[in-house]
């Protein structure tokens, strides 16, 4: 229990890299669809839960962190959301910035507002312009902004903060289908059913409950008795995530569909994937292992560091650029690992500690 003891989460900082790496390995699995065998391309389709865990992991270290502190005052939730905003923003404002300035690549993108206030990803039909990947932004902004409610609701009782997520999961499928019988929704705006519920933090809210349950259990006596039952829970979270993966990607058809498109599929997603992941972050925390001492590493923290910019340039325009300067038989991987971690120690730190500082200041 030493680590948590000394609230230090390097394990975690290197999960992050293992998750980017996931991500970038679903994106570039075109490649290779006719070269691995059909059920490993199967298996590798649902490689997009690298982003779930970079949700739970975002709904437990919040919640860890902040708890219902925001709400103590106006001033305090205004500090903690400009916190935020100077976490994600920055960066993608760059990027964003770089990419409308080069016309080569952005000429058809003209939805300069919604791109920059990272809006663009709640309508369907501008899902996939811009930095197309920053829609997780927005469903992570959305959490950002709901956490201390959330936090305060989650202290009281688990089942308030449930209930909440979903009435709002309603609330956002009443909006879309709303518009659609108004006036036919034609951008998409939380519609279809099924974009809403992949695309949205109205239908990936529950992944960053569970990630703030870990949390509030471990704030608790009863709940870190209730975890130190749980035995090998490396091991066993580990081996729930591989063979959850599995159970989703035999509700997928072919090479170019998901098993999340399912119902069923979805519902292992996001009912029974991220208790997995929480297990096995608890077996990270808890559990002196091999795999927590390599996630531990220098190496993996700073992979994990910079893995927020190597998420946001892996795909899109920055990847694109490079790619028409230089491509290499990895599909530029190792490339694009150093790139972010330049922008990591020279653009996206220093910007934050700026941002952090100035923040700091207001009385």
Not at 73 to 99: D, E, G, N, T, V
Not at 127 to 155: D, N, R
Request: overall charge positive; hydrophobic content about 50%.
């Amino acid at each position: 229990m030493e680590t948590l003891q000394k609230n230090k989460f390097d394990a975690l900082t290197g999960m992050r890299a293992i998750a980017a790496i996931m991500v970038f390995v679903y994106h570039n699995r075109k490649y290779w669809r006719n070269d691995l065998p059909f059920e490993m391309m199967r298996f590798i389709s649902e490689w997009h839960i690298g982003v779930t865990v970079f949700f739970v992991l975002s709904g437990f270290l919040l919640a860890y962190r902040y708890e219902e502190k925001p709400l103590e005052s106006k001033k305090s939730y205004l500090k903690y959301i400009l916190l935020r905003i100077a976490r994600i923003f920055p960066l993608y404002w760059i990027l964003l910035s770089c990419f409308f300035l080069d016309t080569a690549y952005s000429k058809e993108v003209k939805t300069y507002f919604l791109q920059y206030s990272l809006f663009y990803s709640l309508f369907e039909k501008y899902s996939v312009s811009g930095i197309v990947q920053a829609w997780s932004l927005t469903v992570e902004f959305f959490f950002y902004l709901l956490s201390p409610l959330l936090f305060l609701l989650l202290k009281k009782n688990w089942k308030y903060c449930l209930l909440f997520l979903v009435g709002f999961f309603f609330l956002g499928w009443g909006i879309g289908s709303g518009l659609k019988e108004f006036n036919g929704n034609p951008k998409g705006f939380l519609y279809p059913l099924q974009f809403m519920i992949g695309s949205t933090f109205f239908g990936r809210s529950l992944e960053f409950f569970f990630g703030m349950l870990l949390a509030y259990l471990m704030k608790k006596e009863n709940g870190i008795q209730f975890l130190s039952k749980i035995k090998n829970p490396t091991l066993w979270g580990g081996i729930g995530i591989l063979i959850l993966i599995i159970c989703i990607r035999i509700f997928a058809q072919n090479n170019f569909v998901h098993g999340v498109e399912r119902w069923e599929g979805r519902l292992i997603h996001e009912l029974l994937l991220p208790i997995a992941i929480i297990v096995f972050f608890w077996g990270l925390m808890s559990e002196n292992t091999w795999v927590s001492k390599v996630l531990s590493t220098k190496f993996f923290i700073l992979l994990g560091n910079a893995s927020f910019v190597f998420y946001l340039i892996h795909l899109s325009y920055f990847n694109m650029k490079l790619k028409s300067y230089v491509y290499l038989p990895d599909k530029n991987f190792i490339l694009l690992w150093i790139c972010s971690i330049i922008i990591y120690l020279f653009i996206e730190k220093p910007l934050y500690e700026v941002c952090r500082k100035l923040i700091g200041k207001i009385k």
